[in-house]
Every structure is written in C-alpha cells, then in structure tokens.
C-alpha cells in the first residue's frame, strides 16, 4: 500500500496528477485544492479526508460541498424578498403606462444604467404587479449585477404571474444549470501512454490502435496485416517465386513496409495527451 507523502508540496502534486488522471481539468484542480476567490469555502486537501481516501473521494466530497452550496442558494432564493406588489389586477390604462416605462427600463439596461432600469421596472410593477415581463426584467438586472438569488425569486415569480410565460421558466433553469459546476467532471479515461503505443504497434500492427481503445481501426489493421504477410510467404506474389525477383514482391513489400509504419505513427499519435502536457509524460 502506497503512503501518504509527508511533504505537503509532494503530497499536492500527488494529489493534482491523480486527479488529472480522472479527467479534471486544471482550473477546476486549482478550485479543489485552494480556497476560492470569496475565501469562504475552505481547500479540499487530504488533510480533511479520512485516512486512505482516493482522489475518487476528493470528487464525490467536492461534489458534495456543490449541492450543498446549490441547495443553499435556491433556499436563500425562497427566502429573498423582491419587495414587489402583491398580485392585482390593472386596468387599461395602468398596463398602458406600465408598458411605456418598461421600454424605457430595457433601453436603460442596454446603457448598463441599471439602478434606473430597476427603478423604471419598480414603478411599472407597482401599476401592474402581476406583469411578468417586468418582473422577468427584474431578474435580468438582478442576473447582470450577480445577484443569483434574487434573479432566481424575480423569475420565479414571472413564471407564478404568467406560467406560459417560457422564456423566464429557460431562464430559471439555465441559471440554476450555470451554479451547478461539477456537471463537466465525469471521470474520464486516463491518458493513453505513447510508450506502450509504440512498444504494442512495432510488435503487431493494429495492437496499439486496440491499446488506444480504437478497435475497429485495430481489428482492420490486424487483418490486412494477416493478408499481406500471407502474400508475401505463401503467394506466387512474394517470395514464393523459385528465381530471381519481380515486380509484384517489391509492391507487396512496399505496401507492408508503409501499412506497418503508419499503423505505427497512428498508434503514438492516437494517445491524445490532455492538460496541457505531453503525451510522453505519464
């Protein structure tokens, strides 16, 4: 069983390969293991794991941390008060006004004057509170100054006045979607060692296109390669000839000879390397 490293710089390499090795791009490494911009979550280090725990369980506790901070924003978003109007309903000439101030609070927004957008929207809600474009409004300015929940409340609230209303319930979803960040980080295959690539493709053609998980290409490969050596040892096309040398044994041991470099080539540059390093480097 392996140790620990006591070496807190040994051990963060450590843990940084093994988690690169899980498909996790760097960015969100440097998010795992060190405090984020606000300084409010603490790093996910080995330190705050039980002992013997794998960078598996880094993922499923980080994973954890974001529904538990996703929970916590929906829930301060139940709780946020837009202080808006109750619903009513308007008259005429009320949606009328409401109508013109909202122009008037888009084109403001366009300006990025949003304290007197979200005045202008305020002042339409209060002549017709149950307007859900104004209250959809609402929420883009909260969205456009970072105030997730009460972005989330002001759609909510659009899709409770209107519930045909489609483009503030996308809205909704999509920046629910957006605070959920651990969507992209399904574990994926480990990079492929060019090394063994080579090794298994000099050996025989196709087996390092099978290493790189490439089977059909492999498999095809493979028995092209069967057939051509075939020719050269059992046809009257190879070697088979009693005197001297033709032509087709030059084309057959040319077109073996390139088949058998490509499938070569192929298979070292079929490991992709990832993240920034060299495919080399495993």
């Known amino acids: 069983m392996s140790q620990t490293p006591s070496d807190p710089l040994e051990q963060r390499r450590k843990l940084e390969h093994d988690l690169m090795r899980l498909g996790v791009s760097p960015d969100e490494i440097r998010r795992l293991l060190d405090a984020d911009s606000t300084g409010i979550d603490p790093p996910v280090t080995q330190a705050a794991l039980p002992s013997g725990s794998t960078p598996d369980d880094i993922v499923r506790m980080a994973r954890a941390k974001e529904a538990a901070r996703l929970a916590g924003i929906l829930e301060k978003a139940e709780k946020s008060v837009l202080n808006v109007p109750e619903f009513r309903d308007a008259t005429p000439e009320e949606t009328r006004k409401a109508e013109l ?22 002042e339409a809600l209060q002549l017709c509170p149950r307007e859900s474009s104004a209250l959809e409004l609402l929420g883009d300015l909260y969205q456009d100054n970072a105030q997730v929940e009460l972005a989330l409340a002001a759609y909510k609230r659009a899709v409770q006045a ?79 000839k009693q005197a001297g040398t033709h032509t087709s044994l030059y084309v057959s041991l040319g077109i073996t000879t390139a088949i058998y470099l490509w499938a070569t080539w192929d298979a070292v540059n079929g490991t992709k390397p990832r993240h920034g390093k060299s495919g080399w480097d495993v």
Do not use: H
């Open 162 to 240: 209107d519930p045909k209303r489609s483009a503030a319930e996308k809205k909704y979803a999509d920046l629910i979607a957006m605070q959920q960040r651990w969507d992209m980080l399904e574990q994926e295959e480990p990079d492929r060692n060019p090394r063994y690539a080579l090794f298994l493709s000099l050996l025989l053609p196709g087996a390092g296109q099978c290493y790189n998980t490439e089977y059909a290409k492999g498999v095809v490969l493979f028995v092209l390669d069967a057939l051509l050596f075939w020719m050269l040892a059992y046809s009257p096309m190879g070697f088979t």
């Open 101 to 122: 101030l909202l122009r008037e609070a888009a084109l403001l927004r366009r300006r990025q004057q949003y304290k007197q957008a979200d005045a202008k929207c305020r």
